[in-house]
C-alpha cells in the first residue's frame, strides 16, 4: 500500500457517484448487470471507449463497455487510462506524481514501470495539478475496481498535445493481452436533444471507424481519440459502437444536453505487436 501522502484521494465522490463504499459497489454492480447478456466476443477488448458524466446521467452507458470485460477480467492486470483536461490549462500529457489514486472502493497502485516507459518522452511530464480535481479518469475507476479487481493503473491527463504525441505514448505503452486501454470522453455539449443526436451518430461513426480529425465541439476527449485513431494505424482495430444517448435521454432535460458513447475495440488478429 501507498503512503497516504502519496495516494491520490477522490475529488468527485459524492458528487459524480456515491460517496459511501457500499451504495457505490451496489450502484455499480446494478448498472453492470442492467446490461444486455450479449454473447461473449471473440476477443479481449483492447480498448473502451467510455463518458465520464455523473453515473445518474452517463453511468449505464458507461456499463455497457465494462461489462464486456467480465470473461477476460483475469488477464488484464494493467489499465492504460486517459482523460482530457477540465480543471488545468497546460501543454501535453501529465503523469501524476501520487503512487495511488483511491476511490470509496479502495485504492489503485500506480504503475510505475509504465510511467517509466513514458516519462522521458518529450511532451510528458508529471504534473499533479492536472489530476488533483479532474473527473474524467477518476469516475472510471469504481467501474473498473468492481470488473477486474487487483490492476495497476498509468493515469494520463491530456493536455494540449499532438496526435502524434499522444500515439507514441500508446505505441509505447500498449503492450499485450494484460494492457487495457481506456479513453474516457463525453460527445457534444449543450446542443438541443435533437441536434446532440446528429452531431453525436456522426461523431461515433467516426470513432467507430477510427477515422477522421475530432473537434472539441464533438467530443471533449478528441485529443485522447485522434491520438488513438493515429495510434490504430500502427496497432489495426476492430470497433464496436455499444451505446449512443444523451442526458436528455436519461436524467436531464432536452434543451441542453450532453452526448455519450461506449465503444469497444478488439485488435485484428494477425496484427496485435
Not at 471507449?49 to 455523473?54: F, N, R
Not at 461513426?205 to 481519440?225: D, F, K, R, V, Y
Request: charged share 20%; proline share 6%.
Amino acid at each position: 500500500m501507498a503512503d497516504t501522502d502519496s495516494i491520490r484521494e477522490p475529488a468527485v465522490a459524492g458528487l459524480f457517484y456515491p460517496g459511501e463504499p457500499e451504495v457505490l459497489a451496489r450502484t455499480v454492480r446494478g448498472l453492470l448487470a442492467a446490461c444486455p447478456a450479449d454473447e461473449p466476443a471473440d476477443a479481449c477488448p483492447k480498448v473502451l471507449v467510455v463518458p465520464h458524466a455523473g453515473y445518474v446521467y452517463s453511468g449505464r452507458v458507461a456499463a455497457q463497455a465494462y461489462a464486456r470485460l467480465a470473461p477476460w477480467a483475469g488477464g488484464i492486470s494493467r489499465v492504460v487510462l486517459l482523460g482530457p483536461a477540465h480543471r488545468l490549462a497546460f501543454r501535453g500529457i501529465a503523469l501524476p506524481a501520487s503512487q495511488a489514486f483511491a476511490t470509496p472502493l479502495g485504492s489503485v497502485a500506480i504503475d510505475n514501470k509504465a510511467a517509466a516507459l513514458v516519462r522521458d518522452m518529450p511532451g510528458v511530464r508529471q504534473l499533479d495539478a492536472a489530476h488533483a480535481a479532474e473527473h474524467s479518469l477518476e469516475v472510471q475507476l469504481p467501474f473498473l475496481q468492481e470488473t477486474l479487481g487487483d490492476f495497476l493503473l498509468l493515469p494520463l491527463v491530456i493536455g494540449d498535445a499532438s496526435d502524434a504525441l499522444v500515439a507514441d505514448v500508446l505505441d509505447r505503452l500498449w503492450g499485450g493481452p494484460e494492457t487495457l486501454i481506456v479513453v474516457s470522453t463525453d460527445l457534444s455539449h449543450y446542443h438541443r436533444w435533437h441536434e446532440a443526436r446528429a452531431m453525436d451518430a456522426e461523431t461515433a461513426h467516426c470513432i467507430e471507424n477510427l477515422h477522421g480529425s475530432l473537434s472539441h465541439t464533438q467530443a471533449c476527449g478528441a485529443g485522447p481519440l485522434n491520438g488513438l485513431f493515429a495510434a490504430a494505424r500502427r496497432h489495426p482495430l476492430s470497433g464496436e459502437l455499444l451505446a449512443l444517448c444523451n442526458s436528455g435521454d436519461t436524467a436531464g432535460d432536452k434543451q441542453r444536453v450532453v452526448g455519450y458513447g461506449a465503444f469497444s475495440f478488439s485488435e485484428v488478429q494477425g496484427h496485435a505487436v
